[in-house]
């Protein structure tokens, strides 16, 4: 055999094996080409994340957009935190129990995250202008539809449940994603923007709601709060588009993240919602216990601008245990002694922005630590594993509220239910305290 045949021979064959190989790769015998396809696709996300952050204008449109998010969030926070005013209300008609009445509250909230992965593929297919338009009109629709079942329990599981919850789930991802894609180094500072205007939207809304109601009816309250809801919300709405045109679970920090996102959801409206009752409790009138919903949400929107610049200064993930921590010791060691207005009044301004500030870091934590190439696709899956806590956290503490004695059996009867609100709390801060020691164990570093 010359030695030309043989070299085509030894080419022939080591084409041959090359081909075999490629076929077997192909056949998924290998794993090898599947492993650096999803690692490429990883890199190129985490790519795309770092070219959009890098050209992040930090200002200029990005701050109309923030102005629409703003009244979209003052809106969808407004009108979900102060379902306890109205709820009151329709209990003292005695249409049901208040742990049902909550139960409507909650199912608007666990519409956010029944729907997050949904929504985060409306918003990438229709945009967010049209996402923000029909999530809108939605929440307008929701509340004037409430004004006519007023009376019938089922029918406000639809209109105020359903209705609205859709249209609070729609808004709620589109604010929560489209700050990130116009600010890289003031993105705790706009998100914070976006969810102090929701907290001021709580305090404005829960003193006009029962204004109304005690002027003049639950119905013409809902009419008011829809018909006002689109007059503003809609050309905010208006407003918002988008910048640029994503195997999180194998990932430690975000597992946790969302395991503590998931335990946090189910402490987070028992205080909004049970103190008008609580205040009743305590010989307090109504207009009091309006009050005190109205101080806990102007204490989010404290909390919340606070948390945004805190984000930007300490670091986001730092921001979100601190805002734990206190919702933690405000929970467990101020609500059970406030058997007077002014310790109360002391545990709803904290606990108020705690609260708020822990929906003013989520954002910021998810958008810096999963890039914001990703951050729709993190965040609608943060947000599903809220549902469980929107939905059942409320209406749990009703059912362990109505087993120790009921609502009219005095302060001391609260006690369970604030307690297992404050467990809960302690536990998703113990949660987000992993998430930082896995992301530097270094606890004086801005993370």
């Known amino acids: 055999m010359s030695p030309v045949t043989s070299t085509k021979s030894t080419t022939e064959l080591d084409s041959s094996d090359s081909s075999l190989r490629d076929t077997r790769n192909g056949n998924g015998s290998s794993r090898a080409v599947s492993t650096d396809a999803s690692a490429e696709n990883t890199n190129n996300a985490l790519q795309a994340s770092l070219v959009n952050d890098a050209s992040a204008p930090d200002g200029g449109y990005g701050w109309a957009v923030i102005f629409g998010c703003s009244v979209i969030s003052f809106w969808i926070v407004g009108t979900v935190y102060s379902w306890g005013v109205m709820q009151t209300a329709l209990f003292h008609r005695h249409l049901s129990s208040p742990s049902t009445l909550a139960f409507v509250g909650s199912l608007t ?8 992965v949904v929504n985060a593929r409306l918003i990438r297919q229709l945009g967010m202008r049209a996402t923000g338009l029909i999530g809108v009109s939605m929440l307008g629709l929701g509340s004037i539809l409430s004004g006519f079942t007023t009376r019938n329990v089922g029918g406000l599981f639809v209109t105020e449940g359903l209705v609205l919850g859709i249209g609070v789930s729609l808004c709620f991802m589109l604010v929560s994603v489209a700050p990130a894609q ?12 976006v969810c102090g205007a929701g907290g001021l939207g709580g305090a404005a809304i829960s003193l006009s709601m029962d204004a109304v109601i005690q002027s003049l009816s639950p119905e013409w309250t809902f009419w008011i709060l829809g018909s006002t809801t689109l007059a503003t919300g809609l050309p905010a709405a208006w407003l918002i588009r988008e910048r640029v045109p994503m195997p999180l679970f194998r990932d430690v920090r975000f597992t946790l993240l969302f395991i503590a996102g998931a335990v946090t959801t189910f402490p987070l409206f028992v205080a909004p919602f049970f103190l008008p009752l609580y205040s009743h409790a305590l010989h307090l009138s109504s207009r009091t ?8 949400n102007f204490s989010s929107a404290v909390g919340r601008l606070m948390s945004g610049v805190s984000c ?11 805002n734990l921590l206190l919702g933690t010791v405000s929970t467990l060691v101020l609500w059970p002694l406030s058997k007077t207005l002014h310790p109360l009044v002391a545990f709803v301004i904290l606990n108020g922005m705690a609260n708020g500030g822990f929906f003013a870091s989520i954002p910021t934590v998810v958008g810096n630590v999963f890039g914001s190439a990703r951050v729709s ?19 749990i503490a009703g059912y362990i509220l109505t087993a120790s004695g009921g609502e009219n059996g005095g302060s001391d009867t609260f006690r369970p239910s604030i307690f297992w609100a404050g467990g809960m709390t302690l536990l998703s801060a113990v949660l987000v305290g992993c998430v930082r020691l896995k992301t530097d164990r270094d606890l004086l570093k801005k993370f």
């Open 182 to 193: 116009y600010f890289k180094a003031k993105r705790g500072l706009a998100n914070g923007i």
């Open 377 to 395: 696709v993190a965040m609608s899956m943060i947000v599903t594993g809220w549902a469980g806590g929107y939905l059942m956290g409320a209406p």
């Open 109 to 116: 909230c666990a519409c956010i995250s029944f729907l997050a």
């Open 289 to 296: 216990g309006a009050s005190l919903v109205a101080a806990f």
């Open 312 to 322: 930007d200064a300490l670091g986001p993930i730092n921001t979100l245990f601190a």
